[in-house]
């Protein structure tokens, strides 16, 4: 995927240092030429043997070393990059790169580069809120530098907060998408997968077999193309895909909420989750204990939340899945009326191979202007790469 790329990852010294190293991983699995500079600060975290193990190439770590500069020196270093990635930065580099100043390989290599330049910002929580350092990490945007925001969680410091360089998976997934722009690039794309969880007491709840499987192809495959994804997962036993921000929810109305916030600000939404049409009317404050023979549940209706973004929408593209048990095609064209959308994806959830759970999907496209499109039995990715292939030729439609 990246054969024939050059990257040159900058390395400054922090904990998490590690994860350049499972970064320097990927890189190379995906083909590229990676040449590693270190700060002094970095090596004494992991050493350069690590990094030159893996990315088979001599590691950068002295500015005024003969036989470095001899073998490579900075200037060719900076020049040959197709991409700068620095991984960790510290809040001591982004203060020098802020105000131009250059006194060892890493910030003299980066001064000198006319490639993009993407870092990776990772400290304590105090440090990523000083305003000291938010003033330079604005002006690295101002001046043109991209930026991994850090996440947040657990530090190694023990604090809890923002600062915590993203996975690995997610700076890789940043990486591709400046060496090989993808065509979805710059489209902020919403996605919503899995199933949702009604609680009935505090031991139970009604949900469907949705495994999130569809939803979570659409979006690995959607940040792989370039787009900016929002990923709203009900509850599934799935890991987070890479490059993509992920919001877990519960019920429908957690999800109609998250919906709401994020609407606006997106280009496309693909409503891949099953909601649960119902949930109980009363939520039982202790665990219901079993009397008689029958048990009566009394349910109230869940908004639709596709038909309200339906209702809503401005300018997005609105896709909807129908999930259906027979008249498929009459149902999903019934669906894409009622909830104002521009595509649906009509699922016979009984049809061998496809539906909840599996691998595969068998589906048909259904279009506004009343095209119609199906598709052969394929594997989910397949399945999520045909419909953002759509999704592509329906943002490029000039809107009248
Ligand atoms: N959907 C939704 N909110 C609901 C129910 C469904 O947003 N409360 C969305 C789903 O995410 C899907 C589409 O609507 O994209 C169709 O869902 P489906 O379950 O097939 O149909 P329903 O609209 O629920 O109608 P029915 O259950 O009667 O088939």
Not at 351 to 364: C, I, P, Q, R
């Amino acid at each position: 995927m990246l054969q024939g790329k050059t990257v040159v990852l900058g390395v400054s010294g922090g904990i998490a240092v590690y994860k350049a190293v499972e970064l320097l991983r990927l890189l190379i699995k995906a083909q590229a030429e990676v040449h590693v500079v270190m700060t002094k600060n970095a090596c004494e975290f992991v050493t350069p043997l690590t990094f030159q193990t893996l990315s088979h190439n001599p590691v950068h770590t002295e500015l005024f070393d003969l036989y470095q500069e001899q073998e490579i020196g900075h200037i060719s270093l900076a020049d040959r990059a197709d991409l700068f990635l620095i991984v960790p930065a510290t809040a001591n580099l982004i203060g020098k790169i802020a105000n131009g100043l250059a006194d060892d390989l890493l910030s003299t290599s980066l001064m000198a580069t006319k490639a993009p330049v993407l870092i990776c910002p990772a400290m304590n929580t105090n440090m990523y809120e000083d305003q000291r350092y938010q003033r330079n990490h604005q002006q690295l945007l101002a001046d043109g530098f991209h930026l991994l925001e850090p996440i947040s969680g657990d530090l190694a410091c023990g604090w809890q907060g923002k600062g915590k360089l993203p996975d690995p998976q997610q700076i890789f997934a940043a990486a591709c998408n400046l060496l090989v722009p993808g065509d979805l690039s710059g489209v902020r794309l919403l996605v919503t997968a899995g199933p949702t969880r009604e609680e009935l007491d505090p031991v139970r709840y009604l949900s469907n077999y949705s495994s999130g499987k569809m939803g979570y192809a659409i979006a690995r495959s959607a940040a792989a193309r370039g787009a900016d994804v929002t990923l709203i997962s009900g509850p599934v036993a799935l890991s987070e895909p890479g490059g993509v921000t992920t919001l877990q929810v519960t019920s429908a109305l957690q999800m109609q909420q998250a919906l709401a916030e994020r609407f606006d600000s997106s280009d496309v939404v693909i409503k891949a989750a099953a909601v649960a049409d119902y949930r109980p009317l009363h939520k039982a404050q202790q665990k219901i204990k079993k009397s008689a023979e029958e048990f009566c549940l009394q349910l109230e209706k869940n908004p639709d939340l596709l038909a309200e973004l339906g209702k809503r929408k401005k300018k997005q593209i609105l896709v909807g899945f129908a999930a259906e048990t027979e008249n498929l095609l009459e149902n999903a064209a019934t669906k894409i009326k009622m909830k104002n959308l521009d595509m649906i994806v009509a699922n016979d959830v009984t049809a061998e191979g496809a539906g909840f759970g599996s691998e595969t999907n068998l589906v048909n496209f259904l279009f506004a202007d009343g095209r119609q499109e199906a598709l052969p039995l394929l594997s989910k990715a397949k399945v999520a790469e045909t419909l953002l292939d759509r999704v592509r030729e329906l943002l490029d439609k000039p809107k009248h």
